[in-house]
Antibody, heavy 119, light 109 residues
Framework: QITLKESGPTLVKPTQTLTLTCTFS??????????VGWIRQPPGKALECLAL???????RYSPSLRSRLTITKDTSKNQVVLTMTNMDPLDTATYYC???????????WGQGTLVTVSS | QSALTQPPSASGSPGQSVTISCTGT?????????VSWYQQHPGKAPKLMIF???KRPSGVPDRFSGSKSGNTASLTVSGLQAEDEADYYC?????????FGGGTKLTVL
């Protein structure tokens, strides 16, 4: 059974850097084909795919947010970390950690963590 | 503005069928057979309901079906039940990116 859980701050100030950690179980990021990603959802709005990282360290980023995002993995700890720089109130959203099914969809989701950007 | 276009709302009575559309371009929906649909109840994480246009993950009722024609994909929910009331999001592979629609709120009357 795959489980994913997000952790990190619930409140960040504008211009600060957000660091979120996804701790997962039920699979290994050292297995060929496996990946972990991050998706966010502003309150009452649609989903947005932010970043994906695969077993071979292949990384994919949202074209519109590429300059602000970094995704890394720690295979030994079963963790994936997402950093987003220069946070803005418009970045207020629930951030989900996800398990991709191949490269085309997401078959397992964490519970999500609400991050509010406010001074 | 989302990359894929969905109607903001849809509705149907219990037992009826309802279809939700998802329109993209030849670079996403029309270019790949990799359309997915997610169901999201209030306060919950999305759940994968359909992948690869028409395939159902284990445990998803066969009342949910997907199809595609050209640049438009569709999700049909047959035999509507009260628990089907939720937001539904389409998604499509687009080469190096995965795009989502704006979501459709399905109301069971």
């Amino acid at each position: 059974q795959i489980t994913l859980k997000e952790s990190g701050p619930t409140l960040v100030k504008p211009t600060q850097t957000l660091t979120l950690t996804c701790t997962f179980s039920g699979f290994s990021l050292s297995t060929a084909g496996v990946g972990v990603g991050w998706i966010r959802q502003p309150p009452g709005k649609a989903l947005e795919c932010l970043a994906l990282i695969y077993w071979n360290d292949d990384k994919r980023y949202s074209p519109s947010l590429r300059s602000r995002l970094t995704i890394t993995k720690d295979t030994s700890k079963n963790q994936v970390v997402l950093t987003m720089t220069n946070m803005d109130p418009l970045d207020t959203a629930t951030y989900y950690c996800v398990h991709p099914r191949g490269v085309t969809c997401f078959d397992s989701w964490g519970q999500g963590t609400l991050v509010t950007v406010s001074s | 503005q989302s990359a894929l276009t969905q109607p903001p709302s849809a509705s149907g009575s219990p037992g009826q069928s309802v279809t939700i559309s998802c329109t993209g371009t030849s670079s996403d929906v029309g270019g790949y057979d990799y359309v997915s649909w997610y169901q999201q109840h209030p306060g919950k994480a999305p759940k994968l309901m359909i992948f690869d246009v028409s395939k159902r993950p284990s445990g998803v009722p066969d009342r949910f079906s997907g199809s595609k024609s050209g640049n438009t994909a569709s999700l049909t929910v047959s035999g509507l039940q009260a628990e089907d009331e939720a937001d539904y999001y389409c998604s499509s592979y687009a080469g190096s990116d995965i795009l989502f629609g704006g979501g459709t709120k399905l109301t069971v009357l």
